[in-house]
């Protein structure tokens, strides 16, 4: 991908649309397979003026993973800034006005809350889970920038049948993968879907920030999800 922004002189005023990117061409090994989830965007660094006072907050941007398009991370990164010296009234209207522009864009309804805090994850309450693996140090490469992405990887099966030394070698083996966050989970759901026995089979990676913005792609074989929006400490 030709990078449309990166190294560039960007002014909110002029660069604020966003870019979208469609998720046909990175599932076309899918076929029909039903895949639910989430990709979460946690956004720290966004800003706007709460009657005429400078305001910051934390938002969580859930995109659907069934939209036809997600946003390129360098266009959000932008759009979300052009709205630093923009006065509202209430926090309810800025949010509703983003709810609305990206949820056109990713033609699907994508839902934004500001959020004050973050539950980090503890095994410890997954001790009855025997499904549960982590993978820390997930490494993969930005096709965009060609730089590194970092990670940790949940994987949950309600059947215990997973081969951990497997899957670990696989999840090393990309380490040069050229992929966005969303397509290196789904390649990782692929593969344990296709190479194991699984019932339930639900993964999550946890991925470090990159311009104020960390993107957490959950993807499961089922609609109610075993992972929510937790925070590791090195994000």
């Known amino acids: 991908m030709k990078p449309k922004y990166l190294g560039k002189h960007n002014s909110s005023s002029r660069n604020s649309s966003l870019d979208r990117i469609s998720r046909k061409e990175s599932r076309k090994d899918f076929n029909e397979f039903e895949l639910f989830g989430l990709d979460i965007w946690n956004a720290y660094e966004f800003s706007y003026l709460l009657n005429g006072k400078p305001k910051i907050v934390?938002?969580?941007?859930?995109?659907?993973?069934?939209s036809k398009y997600t946003i390129e991370s360098k266009s959000m990164k932008l759009f979300l800034n052009s709205f630093f010296n923009k006065n509202f009234a209430k926090q309810a209207e800025v949010i509703n006005i983003l709810t609305k522009r990206i949820s056109k864009k990713c033609n699907s309804e994508v839902k934004i809350v500001s959020r004050s805090s973050f539950k980090t994850f503890d095994r410890n309450n997954f001790s009855n889970k025997p499904g549960l693996l982590v993978y820390?140090?997930?490494?993969?490469?930005?096709p965009v920038t060609a730089q590194p992405d970092w990670g940790?990887?949940?994987?949950?099966?309600?059947?215990?049948?997973?081969?951990?030394?497997e899957i670990y070698n696989f999840l090393f083996s990309?380490?040069?993968?050229?992929?966005?966050?969303?397509?290196?989970?789904?390649?990782?759901?692929?593969?344990?879907?296709?190479?194991f026995s699984v019932d339930h089979l639900e993964i999550c990676g946890r991925f470090l920030r990159r311009g104020g913005i960390d993107i957490n792609p959950i993807r499961s074989s089922q609609k109610k999800l075993f992972f929510t929006n937790f925070r590791e400490f090195n994000q």
Do not use: A, M, W
Not at 58 to 66: H, M
Not at 136 to 142: E, L, Q, V
Not at 152 to 165: D, E, G, H, P, Q
């Open 58 to 66: 934390v938002l969580e941007i859930s995109i659907p993973s069934n």
């Open 136 to 142: 820390k140090g997930f490494r993969s490469i930005c």
């Open 152 to 165: 940790n990887i949940y994987i949950y099966s309600s059947t215990n049948t997973l081969n951990k030394t």
């Open 174 to 195: 990309l380490r040069n993968h050229d992929g966005f966050h969303e397509h290196c989970i789904e390649k990782i759901f692929l593969y344990i879907n296709e190479t």
